[in-house]
C-alpha cells in the first residue's frame, strides 16, 4: 500500500466514520479514529445494560473499516439471527468479552485491533460511561442517544454529556500530531456532538496545527436539521467545538434519483442544499464534488435491529478520500 505519510484523525462514529476510513486507509497508513462512546442503541445498548461495558458498536465498525483480513472482518459484522444471541453482532460481543476480561474497554480495542490486523489505530474518545442528553423541543432534557434519535428535540439544541466526560488523552494526542484532522459526516446530534462537545477534544480542535475539514452529510433528518444546508451543518460543528476550528468543509455536489429522494422524503429526510455564494462568505475554504456512491445497496439482515436507521444514500468511500488527500497536499 502507497503511503502519503500523512498522519490523518477522523471524528465520529457509524456509517460516517466507516466509508471515509475504508477510502482513507487506501493512501496513508497513519490513521487514528476516534470514536463516539455514547452509542446506547440495538445490540450495544442491550450489552451496556447487561453488563455494564462501555458502548462496542461504533469501535467495532472502525475496526472492521481498518481490517486487512476479510474473513475476520466477515466474522466480526456477522450478526446472529436466532437465539440469545440474536441481534447480536459478533464483534460486539467479542468486545465486550474483552472488556470484562481485561478490566479495561481500551486494552480490549487493542487486542481486538490486534486480531483483525488493522490499518492504523481505533480510539474512543473518552473512557467515561457516559449518557447523551439533549434539550427536548419542550425544554425538557431527553437522555439517552437512541431516545434522542427518535425525540423532538429543540432547534440548536443544548448537548451535553452525564456525568462529565473525560477525553481519552490518546485521542487527545492523536488530534495533536495529526496532518489533518477529518470529522466524519452522521447524525448531528447522536454521533458527532457526544465527541467534539468535550472539553479537551473541543481544545485539542482549536489549537491543533492540523487542517481541519468537515465532511458535510447528505441528507437533512427530520427536526432540527430539516433545511439545514451546507453552511448550517458546519455552523453546528463549530457550535459543539465553541470555536471557527475548520479550514476546509467538503460536500457533495451529486443529486441521488428521483426514486431515491422520494424515499427518504417520505420520512422526511431531504438532500442537504448548498450555496456558492453563502459558502464563499465563510472563514473556511470548501470543495465540492460528486461523492455519491453509485449502485449501493443494504444487505436486508433480519437479525440487524436498527437496520431501518441505516441509509441507502452513502459517500463514495474513494471520491471522498481524494478530496482530503489533495486538501493535505493544497
Known amino acids: 500500500m502507497a503511503s502519503t505519510g500523512a498522519k490523518v484523525v477522523v471524528i465520529g462514529g457509524g456509517t460516517g466514520s466507516f466509508t471515509l ?11 487514528t479514529a ?23 458498536g461504533d469501535v467495532r465498525q472502525c475496526l472492521v473499516a481498518l481490517s486487512d483480513t476479510p474473513r475476520i472482518r466477515d466474522l466480526f459484522s456477522y450478526r446472529f439471527e436466532s437465539g440469545s444471541f440474536e441481534g447480536h453482532a459478533f464483534g460486539n460481543i467479542f468486545l465486550t468479552a474483552l472488556e470484562k476480561m481485561t ?23 473518552t473512557l467515561s460511561n457516559v449518557t447523551l442528553c439533549a434539550e ?29 466526560a473525560v477525553a481519552n488523552p490518546k485521542a487527545v494526542q492523536a488530534i495533536m500530531e495529526a496532518d489533518l484532522v477529518v470529522i466524519a ?30 465532511v458535510c452529510n447528505l441528507v437533512t433528518k427530520p427536526g432540527p436539521t430539516t433545511g439545514l444546508s451546507v453552511t448550517g451543518f458546519a ?5 459543539f467545538v465553541r470555536g471557527k476550528f475548520l479550514d476546509y468543509v467538503v460536500y457533495n455536489t451529486d443529486m441521488p434519483t428521483k426514486k431515491l429522494m422520494d424515499r ?60 482530503l488527500m489533495r486538501i493535505y497536499f493544497a
Not at 476510513?21 to 490513521?31: A, C, E, P, W
Not at 452522521?186 to 468535550?198: K, N
Open 185 to 214: 459526516p452522521g447524525d448531528l446530534y447522536g454521533s458527532l456532538a457526544p465527541a467534539l462537545i468535550i472539553d479537551e477534544i473541543g481544545e485539542a480542535l482549536r489549537t491543533t496545527n492540523a487542517r481541519c475539514v468537515f
Open 34 to 56: 476516534l470514536v463516539n462512546m455514547a452509542d446506547d442503541g440495538g445490540s450495544t445498548g442491550q450489552l451496556r445494560d447487561e453488563f455494564g461495558v462501555l458502548p462496542p
Open 136 to 164: 427536548g423541543a419542550d425544554g425538557k432534557p431527553v437522555k439517552g442517544e437512541s431516545t434522542i434519535e427518535s425525540s423532538a428535540i429543540a432547534v440548536r439544541p443544548k448537548i451535553w454529556l452525564e456525568p462529565r
Open 235 to 239: 455552523s453546528e460543528i463549530e457550535r
Open 264 to 323: 427518504y422524503a417520505h420520512d422526511g429526510e431531504y438532500a442537504v442544499t448548498y450555496d456558492v455564494e453563502d459558502l464563499k462568505q465563510q472563514h473556511y475554504e470548501f470543495r465540492g464534488a460528486p461523492m455519491l456512491a453509485k449502485n449501493r445497496t443494504l444487505e436486508n439482515n433480519p437479525a440487524d435491529r436498527i437496520a431501518h436507521t441505516r441509509s441507502f444514500i452513502r459517500h463514495d468511500s474513494d471520491a471522498v478520500a481524494r478530496q
Open 21 to 31: 476510513l475504508q477510502g482513507i486507509k487506501r493512501y496513508t497508513d497513519q490513521i
Open 103 to 125: 478490566g479495561s474497554f481500551a486494552e480490549a480495542v487493542e487486542l481486538a485491533s490486534e486480531t483483525l490486523n488493522i490499518t492504523g489505530r481505533v480510539e474512543p474518545i
